[in-house]
């Protein structure tokens, strides 16, 4: 079955870039001229996801607001003759067909695609984390859902890190089965260093199939007593082959302050109106 709808969880309360998110959703940290959260939907939509739901919470409204028309916008950009920008306004809201649902309560990760289940109806769908921005030719979701074709099971994003942080991740025990394809037999939420069964920890991409909601209904508390999905995950590869995709291509972790100046970086050098100049002031500053 082709996997045509997609689920983003942004009802967390970015913490870590206070006071810049006190009234504006982390996912809108702007990233040179487009919210974070934008780079995240035009990989989905390049994917062929075809609708999306945002599982949201309150303060939200600034991501509905950034997908949704603008007339006033428009009309002005209309009138003072910008039609470059113009276009590019009215192609965020024709992108693809968005959907919001409210996550009452800050529960996890899990209890966030729980919330999703009725608007996925029994089909197996992706799920993309705002805070990690994937630079690559090929989509990273649409790399997930060629394995995805192939194998017909669920497919988790894998990045292989420095065994040092691998405590801040989902970490997987897997056999390789294909040039960057692995099947997944275990997995650990956010291990110690020594207590972790490989170095390949899990990203903000996936695939699943709908069999994951009737787990996460019954599924206990984990860590921080959140329900968390990577548990769930596991559950279900009791059941069904999971696998796991070696994706290629440059992730920044957006949800930290120096991955995000990273990505800053790395995309404005890759952007030809600005980046001789920038790159030119770059070098003079490390001298």
């Known amino acids: ?36 959260v934008q780079y995240v939907v035009e990989e989905a939509v390049a994917s062929g996801i075809e609708q999306i739901l945002f599982v949201t919470g309150r303060g939200k409204h600034n991501i509905e607001d950034h997908f949704d028309i603008s007339f006033e916008l428009e009309a002005h950009l209309y009138d003072k003759g910008k039609d470059r920008e113009l276009s590019r306004v009215r192609e965020i809201a024709e992108m693809v067909d968005i959907f919001y649902v409210r996550q009452h309560h800050a529960l996890g990760l899990g209890h966030a695609i729980l919330c999703a289940k009725d608007f996925i109806n029994n089909e197996p769908f992706a799920v993309l984390l705002g805070d990690d921005i994937v630079d690559s030719e090929c989509p990273c979701l649409g790399q997930l859902l060629e394995v995805f074709d192939k194998q017909g099971g669920s497919v988790l994003a894998l990045e292989k890190v420095p065994m040092e942080n691998i405590s801040s991740y989902g970490c997987v025990a897997a056999d390789q089965i294909g040039e960057r394809t692995f099947h997944v037999t275990d997995m650990v939420e956010k291990p110690a260093r020594n207590e972790a069964p490989s170095d390949m920890a899990i990203i903000g991409r996936y695939v699943l199939t709908p069999r994951i909601f009737e787990i996460l209904l019954g599924q206990e508390p984990g860590k921080g007593g959140e329900i968390q999905l990577t548990d769930a995950i596991l559950t279900l590869s009791k059941e069904e082959n999971v696998y796991g995709c070696l994706f290629e291509g440059l992730r920044h972790d957006c949800g930290d302050k120096l991955g995000f100046l990273k990505a800053t970086v790395d995309m404005a050098l890759k952007r030809k109106e600005f980046s001789t100049e920038f790159e030119a002031y770059l070098r003079k500053r490390l001298g």
Request: glycine share 6%; hydrophobic share 45%; net charge positive.
């Open 1 to 36: 079955m082709k996997v045509k709808k997609a689920v983003f969880p942004v009802a967390g309360l970015g913490t870590r870039f206070l006071p810049a998110t006190k009234s504006s959703p982390k996912e809108m940290l702007p990233l040179i001229d487009k919210p974070l």
